[in-house]
C-alpha cells in the first residue's frame, strides 16, 4: 500500500491532485489544508491512505498523519466511507473533531458541512470511547517502555501523564494538553482509567 508521496505538482483540479514521483503520475483526492500548501511545480511530500476496491483503487491525500488517523476513525464509521470522511475531515479543524467526539458534542458536529444530526449521532456513538481509548492505550504503551528503561513507576501519576500523553496523540499541544486534564482532575475525584480521564479532558481543550 502507498503510505506517503514526495514529488512533484504537476496538476491541479477540484480537490485533485496530480504528483509527478519519479515520471510516474499519482492522482490523489485531498484535503482542504493539504490544497492550501501545493502549487504547480511546487515539491510536496504527502501523506496517503490508498482505498481499494475490486474496481477501483483511490489515494487519498492528508496534510498531516494526524489528519489520516482521524479520516481512517470516521471511515470506520456506518455509512461514512473514504469519501465522506475526507469532506468532514477537509471542514472543520483536526482539534476542534476530535473535541467534539471525545465530548459527544452532537451539536458542534451537526455544524459541519455534510454532517447531519443522524451521521453525528453515528459518530458519537461509535466514535466517542475508541478515541479517548486507542489514545490512552497508546499513551500507556509508550510510559511502559519508558518505566522497563528507567526501572521506576507510579500508576497514581502515571495516569495524568497518560492522558497527557493521549491528548498530544491526538494532535493537541502540550501546554493545552496539560491544562485540560488538570481541569478534568479537578471537576471529578478520580478516574479509573485513562480512556475515562481523557474522554473528560477532551471537554477542557
Do not use: W
Amino acid at each position: 500500500m502507498i503510505s506517503r508521496l514526495v514529488g512533484e505538482v504537476v496538476e491541479i483540479e477540484g480537490d485533485v491532485v496530480v504528483i509527478d514521483v519519479q515520471g510516474v503520475g499519482y492522482e490523489v483526492l485531498c484535503t482542504s489544508s493539504l490544497l492550501l500548501r501545493t502549487s504547480l511545480g511546487s515539491k510536496v511530500t504527502v501523506t496517503v491512505y490508498t482505498d481499494v476496491k475490486e474496481d477501483s483503487i483511490r489515494l487519498f491525500g492528508f496534510d498531516s498523519v494526524a489528519e489520516r488517523h482521524v479520516f481512517l476513525l470516521l471511515n470506520r464509521v456506518s455509512g461514512m466511507g473514504p469519501r465522506s470522511s475526507l469532506d468532514v475531515v477537509s471542514n472543520v479543524a483536526i482539534r476542534d473533531l476530535l473535541r467534539a467526539i471525545g465530548s459527544g458534542d452532537v451539536k458542534a458536529l451537526m455544524s459541519i458541512k455534510g454532517v447531519g444530526k443522524k451521521k453525528a449521532e453515528r459518530i458519537v456513538v461509535e466514535l466517542k470511547d475508541l478515541v479517548a481509548n486507542m489514545a490512552g492505550e497508546r499513551a500507556e504503551s509508550l510510559r511502559a517502555m519508558v518505566t522497563v528503561e528507567k526501572g521506576s513507576g507510579d500508576r497514581a501519576s502515571g495516569l495524568s501523564m497518560d492522558a497527557v500523553s493521549a491528548l498530544e496523540v491526538l494532535g493537541f499541544g502540550r501546554k493545552d494538553a496539560e491544562s485540560a486534564v488538570s481541569q478534568a482532575l479537578a471537576a471529578q475525584v478520580s478516574f479509573e482509567a485513562v480512556g475515562d480521564l481523557v474522554r473528560e479532558a477532551l471537554r477542557f481543550v
